[in-house]
């Protein structure tokens, strides 16, 4: 069975930094794609950034180019979400997901395309 486990949130003020972390297991970080996304209250479920399977390629959500990195350590099987110059607008709970090898949707941003998700981390920016 699939689980992941999402840590690393918190509330800081802006212009700090955060590290989430996902763990996986039943799981191989290394075997396909993975994501990190986030949902404000109100708002639809926005991808922030994508890492193929060998971890050379990642795709990022405009607004978050420059400020966040997506990276993994194969070794741990831990996916992560380095977040620097956090902004306001920044303030979501952020989940992590995974593709399967049926349905996903390669290095992308779109929801639609991750099978396993974890259960999120809330990130809380002040102003």
């Known amino acids: 069975q699939v689980r992941l486990v999402e840590s690393g949130g918190g509330s800081v003020q802006a212009g700090g930094s955060l590290r989430l972390s996902c763990a996986a297991s039943?799981?191989?970080?290394?075997?396909?794609?993975m994501g990190w996304f986030r949902q404000a209250p109100g708002q639809e479920r926005e991808g922030i950034a994508s890492i193929s399977a060998g971890g050379l390629s990642t795709k990022y959500l405009e607004s978050a180019k420059g400020r966040f990195t997506i990276s993994k350590d194969d070794a741990k099987n831990i996916l992560y979400l380095q977040m620097n110059s956090l902004k306001p607008e920044d303030t979501a709970m952020y989940y992590c997901a995974a593709q399967s090898e049926y349905g996903g949707l390669g290095l992308s941003l779109a929801p639609s395309g991750y099978q396993y998700w974890g259960q999120g981390t809330q990130v809380s920016v002040s102003s």
């Open positions: 039943g799981y191989s970080v290394s075997d396909d794609f």
